[in-house]
């Protein structure tokens, strides 16, 4: 049985936010990934309700 993203976990991972026309504001793709706890106000609440559910390991576009 695999692990999943619970709503208090610590995870690492890469993403990026741009706006409508392309401009990145956010991507840690070109540097370190981002460490974060979900449920503690650090992810915006559609990116910690994206990943919450997901497999550990899993990749998402």
Request: glycine fraction near 10%.
């Amino acid at each position: 049985m695999s692990q999943t993203v619970q709503a208090d976990s610590l995870i690492t991972l890469n993403y990026r936010i741009e706006l409508d026309n392309g401009t990145p504001v956010i991507d840690t793709f070109q540097g370190t990934p981002a460490t974060l706890q979900l449920g503690a106000g650090e992810m915006i609440p559609t990116l910690e309700d994206c990943v919450t559910g997901l497999d550990v390991g899993r990749r998402e576009r």
